[in-house]
């Protein structure tokens, strides 16, 4: 008993080794295997004050301020506290994901919008070129023939470049005739091809236009030089002559000029350019007693596109 009560006060006296985390010392688990019967009572009550001062040192090394006691409300409070900040953490999250979604929901309108502004410029764009297109279509120029003067016109015996002996012809005439741009809105660039006088299937004398322009809803006169000069007949002249007297002379020759006048008109640039073809072709006669007179061609003429 003595013994044990000086192991107890020799265990009560010594101070308490701060430890950082609980440990059981083993001094105790031995005590009842040396102590007396009587001594169970103490040692049980050595080992509750192991225990809570164990348990005090390890509250403390968890909350080294508080009182060594764990507090319920403090506990639930924190967890409360941690619950919260990543229930705000989420919500945080989110927000910035419908902030996004937002944001890109502003921004597909908007290049829907462009895109859409873009696609009707273009529809709307070919729809008026489409518009001056069928509008510029339909005015197609006028052309009027007026009158030809035939200046002269020679038959005489000669050789053709290689030296062939035939008839050669010598034509020399003026025709007269007018153009009209009917287009309201745009004017036209005219060419044509060469005005030629043809006996039968030969050719007797030509003539050119000179390229010119033509403004909008206007007209002008146009004289060509149609001639020809030692012209080989090869036997298709031999029933003509142009010496007075002669069989033939008194006789109508029978021509037949012929041309095509090209007119475009630039509506809108190089999109829209309405081409116009017009075909002339007039049938008269050469009478050698009135050279020098004009011979009306109103009447003599076809027109065709």
Known sequence: ????????????????????????????????????????????????????????????????????????????????????????????????????????????????????????????????????????????????????????FVIQAGTDASLVPTELSTLNSTVKLSYRNTGTFFGVHVSSTPLVLYYSQVVLATGNINKFYQSRKSQRSLTVLVGGNAVPLYGGGSSLSSTPGKAGYNVPIPLTLNFTIRSRAYVLGKLVKPKFYSIVQCSLNLDQTKLGTKVSLKNSCRYGN
């Open 1 to 152: 008993m003595h013994a044990n009560t000086d192991s107890e006060a020799s265990y009560v006296s010594s101070p308490p080794r701060r430890q950082a985390y609980y440990v059981q010392s083993p001094s105790h688990e031995s005590t009842p295997a040396h102590s007396p019967a009587g001594s169970p009572p103490h040692s049980a009550s050595l080992g509750r004050h192991s225990r809570e001062s164990s348990t005090s040192r390890y509250s403390g090394s968890i909350k080294p301020g508080g009182s060594g006691k764990i507090n319920p409300n403090q506990a639930e409070r924190g967890e409360m506290w941690r619950e919260e900040g990543i229930i705000k953490e989420e919500e945080a999250g989110l927000l910035e994901e419908e902030v996004d979604e937002m944001e890109e929901r502003k921004g597909l309108p908007r290049r829907c919008y462009v895109l859409g502004f873009m696609l009707a410029f273009l529809v709307l764009f070919f729809f008026f070129a489409l518009i001056l297109w069928g509008a510029s279509h339909n005015k197609h120029p006028i052309i009027s023939m007026d009158s030809i003067t035939f200046h002269n």
